[in-house]
Every structure is written in C-alpha cells, then in structure tokens.
C-alpha cells in the first residue's frame, strides 16, 4: 500500500525536483541537497533548499480551510563571489514563476522509490531576503561566498 | 466665511468644530492608529523570534529567564514620527553587532570562527569540555574553559519566521487600515457635500 507525504512535504520536494531538473540542465558540478547538515558536508558548489515554516491564514471570515504560506530558504554555497551572483541570479529568475507541484508516495517494499503525481502549482508569493550572508569577517569554507534566497510560496489547484 | 460643523454634545451643549480642526483631527486618529498598529507588529514580529530563540536554547532545567539576544531584539524596537508619516523599525544591526555578535550565526547557521569568538563555560559540574564527551549540560560562563565549536551550528532562522510572519499579518492590517481610511474619508466627502464646500 502506497503511504503519502502531506502538503509542505510536497511543496519541499517539488521545489527540489524543479530546481535539481533545471540546474542538472544548464550547470555542471552543482549539488543540490535539502537540509544544511547535507550542505556542510557535499563539495562546493551547493544549494540547499528548505522548508522553514509554515504561516497559514484563514481562506475567509467564518471558513475553517486555511490557505498554507510556506517559507522556503534557498541557500547558496559558492566557491567564488561571481559564481555566488551568477548562481543567484539563475535560482531567482527559476523560482520567480513557481513550479509543478506534485504530491509524492512511498511504495510499500521499496521506500526510496518516490511516485510522483502532478497535483496544481507552486506559486511564489513574495521574496523575503536575497542577499549575501555574511555570519562574520574573514570567513572560511563553505560560509566564504554564500547567498541566501527566502521566499513565500502558496500551493494552488 | 467660518464653518462650523457640530460633531459631539458636551454638558448638554453642542460644541462646533471648523473643517480645518475635524481635518486635523482625523490626521491625527489616522495616524495614531498606524502607530498603534504597526508598533504592534512590531512586538508581535519580536515576540514571534523570541519564542523560537528561548525554544532552541539549552539551558539548565528550571532556568526560565529572556534571552540575552531576544532582550536586545526587544529593546531594538523604535517608533519614529518622520513628518510625512511613522516609521517603526525592530532590528538594530549595530546594537546587535555589539552586544550579541553570534545573531547572524544563530540565524542563517554556519562554521563558527573560533578566532575571538570562542564561548567560555563548563559542563555537568565543572568539567571542561572533552572530544567525544556527551551526556552533560553546557553552562554558560565567563573564566572558565573556552568552548571552540568544531561541527557547523545549524542556523535557527528565527529571522525568516519572524519576518515571514509579518508579511502575512501585514497584508491584513493594511486591508484593515485602507477601509479605515476610507470611511474616513467618505465622512469627510459627505461632510463637505452638506456644507456645499470645494
């Protein structure tokens, strides 16, 4: 029996899928992770997407559906401050018009298998930060040119 | 000519204002209710941080006290009347630069330079800190051993949170806000209707 992921799990693995499919397509040597402890450990360059949190809001006055906001962090670890922007710029102008939002299903005897179904959009709602991180001075390693990308999307039928 | 518009009874007298003193008026309650408002966000947005701050905190049992970065956040908040508007800010870089410098580290996670930044303190009942030792509680504190943290600190994002928050809080206020304006300003439309002025 096939058990089913819910909603922001969805939503984290879609954004992922999207953006592994097109980095795969126009870079090279780029990895594309899903947690920060994940990041700190693969080879620069890397991306890490997130799903932070979830701000829901009611769909209208007396409704008891909530309309889910989540908050994605897109994370950028590059080796050089150019391929830090270019990076950037390419995930931004990616991200900007949302993706396929799919839901996803483990089958029963092979759960590293995922099942993919299309199931409506992901749509980004606002930006929230794009810019450098700079934790402190004189950084090494992987916090040396890194770039982060928050963003709000919605999940639309 | 002078226009008197009555607007309330006192003492069982009927007091007049001029069109001049009701626009005054309502400049100053529009005002006064974004002020009210947003420096509630503002608290609420700081209230939200400080709720995931204290919640990732490892503390001795029993240690119930504010955190030093959320007193700062808190104390950051100011209210400024620039003229032509409000204007409320909650985020302090430079006092936060200065009295809590690990906030970015805290907030996007990260490798922690240890040059200048180490943090001193103890575990269990004094012990310094040992490679591979577990199963004791750190204890925050000046003149003891020097803590240098070797694995990457993963970030808390409590920024995100709780500026992802305020976006979404933002949009209804602001809805809330404009229909206030708006009955306000139809009033004003229908009061100058009835007294036939420009």
Sequence with gaps: ?157 | MRLRITTQVKKGKKQGVTLAQLNKTLKSTMTSGFRIGTTRLAKQTVNRMGMIIDGSRKRPKGYSGESNLVRILRESIDVNDTGSGVRVSFLDKKKLDNEAPYWRLLNYGGIHPAKGIAVPGFFGSGNRPERGGAGETFYYGRNNFVMVPQKPIEGIRYLNAGIGWLNTQWGKFSRKFNKTVKATLKQKTAAKQMFGMK
């Excluded at chain 1, 126009?26 to 402890?37: A, N, Q, R, Y």
């Excluded at chain 1, 396929?100 to 995922?114: A, E, I, N, R």
């Excluded at chain 1, 402190?136 to 390693?141: A, K, L, M, S, T």
């Design chain 1, 1 to 157: 029996m096939a058990s089913w992921f819910r909603t922001p799990r969805n939503a984290e693995l879609s954004i992922l899928y999207y953006l592994e499919t097109e980095l795969s397509n126009d870079w090279s040597g780029v990895t594309l992770v899903k947690s920060f402890k994940n990041a700190s450990k693969a080879s620069l360059p890397v991306v890490c997407v997130e799903l932070l949190d979830d701000n829901p809001i009611w769909r209208e006055i007396g409704s008891h559906e909530l309309i889910d906001v989540f908050g994605i962090s897109i994370d950028i670890f590059a080796t050089s401050n150019g391929q830090r922007l270019d990076l950037a710029s390419y995930v931004r102008d990616k991200i900007k018009d949302g993706c396929v939002f799919y839901t996803h299903s483990q089958q029963s005897g092979s759960p590293q298998t995922l099942v993919r179904t299309d199931a409506g959009r992901i749509q980004v709602a606002s930006f929230l930060e794009d810019r450098k991180v700079e934790i402190f001075d004189n950084v090494e390693g992987h916090d040396r040119f890194r770039h982060v990308i928050s963003i709000q999307v919605r999940v639309t039928q």
